[in-house]
C-alpha cells in the first residue's frame, strides 16, 4: 500500500522567515510521481508541481524549491521569504497504481501560517 | 483554468435521503475522479472513471455510486446519506488520463448530512 506522511500538522513563522514542508512517502513502484498541491483559505486546490521518480533533481520556481531525495523518501518543499499569501494547507502526494487505481494518494496536510 | 464547475456547491441534507453531485467539464478530458475531503485526512479517492460508462472504486467507495453517461459529466450519488458522508467533495480531472500526470480540482460541494 502507498503512503504519504505529513508529519507538520501545523506550521508558524513570520513573513519573510523561509519554511520547509516536509513529505515522506512508502511506494513499491519502481516508477512513481510526487505532486504539492496548495489549499488556500478560499478552498480550492491549486497543483504546484510534478516531480517523477526517474528526476532527482531539485526544481525552483520563484520563492519556491523542492527537494526530492530518493534515498530518504522525501519531497520536501520551501519557501523562501514567505508572504502572508503563501498561508494555506499544502497537500503532499503521490501517484496511486494499487490494482489499476488512477488516483492520487494524499498526505494530511500541513497549515502554514504566515504572520505579518 | 481547468474548466471543471461541480453542483450544488453547498447542501444540507437530511440522513437517509439520496443525493447527486454533479460535476461538469468544458474541455473534453477522459478521466475523472471523486474525492472527498476530512479534517486529518487529506482528500481520499471514492471513485474514477476512464471514459463514458466506464469507472472504477477508489480507496473508499462504501456507500457511493458513480455515473458517466457522458464525456462531460461525472456524477456522484450517497444513495442513503449518513452523517459519516458530511465532507467536503472534489472532483477533478486528468488532461492525460493517467495519475503519472497532474489532477486539476473543481471548487468543492459542501455537503452536511444532519
Known amino acids: 500500500a502507498q503512503k504519504v506522511t505529513q508529519a507538520q500538522t501545523e506550521i508558524s513563522v513570520v513573513e519573510k522567515e523561509d519554511v520547509t514542508l516536509d513529505c515522506v512517502y512508502e511506494?513499491?513502484?519502481?516508477?512513481?510521481?510526487l505532486f504539492w498541491y496548495k489549499q488556500p483559505p478560499s478552498g480550492e486546490l491549486v497543483f504546484l508541481i510534478r516531480?517523477?521518480?526517474?528526476?532527482?533533481q531539485n526544481e525552483i520556481s520563484g520563492r519556491y524549491s523542492w527537494n526530492f531525495q530518493k534515498s530518504t523518501s522525501s519531497f520536501n518543499f520551501t519557501i523562501t521569504a514567505s508572504q502572508v499569501v503563501d498561508s494555506a494547507v499544502y497537500f503532499c502526494?503521490?501517484?496511486?497504481?494499487?490494482?489499476?487505481?488512477?488516483?492520487?494518494?494524499f498526505g494530511k496536510g500541513t497549515h502554514l501560517i504566515i504572520q505579518p | 483554468d481547468a474548466g471543471i464547475t461541480q453542483s450544488p456547491r453547498h447542501k444540507v441534507t437530511e440522513t437517509g435521503t439520496p443525493v447527486t453531485l454533479r460535476c461538469h467539464q468544458t474541455?473534453?478530458?477522459?478521466?475523472m475522479y471523486w474525492y472527498r475531503q476530512d479534517p486529518g485526512h487529506g482528500l481520499r479517492l471514492i471513485h474514477y472513471?476512464?471514459?463514458?460508462?466506464?469507472?472504477d472504486k477508489g480507496e473508499v467507495s462504501d456507500g457511493y455510486s458513480v455515473s458517466r453517461s457522458k464525456t462531460e459529466d461525472f456524477l456522484l450519488t450517497l444513495e442513503s446519506a449518513t452523517s459519516s458522508q458530511t465532507s467536503v467533495y472534489f472532483c477533478?480531472?486528468?488532461?492525460?488520463?493517467?495519475?503519472?500526470?497532474?489532477?486539476?480540482f473543481g471548487p468543492g460541494t459542501r455537503l452536511t448530512v444532519t
Open positions: 477533478a480531472i486528468s488532461p492525460t488520463g493517467r495519475a503519472s500526470y497532474e489532477q486539476y
Open positions: 511506494t513499491r513502484d519502481t516508477t512513481y510521481y
Open positions: 516531480r517523477n521518480s526517474f528526476d532527482e
Open positions: 502526494a503521490l501517484s496511486y497504481s494499487g490494482g489499476g487505481a488512477d488516483g492520487l494518494t
Open positions: 474541455e473534453n478530458h477522459r478521466y
Open positions: 472513471s476512464y471514459g463514458v460508462k466506464d469507472t
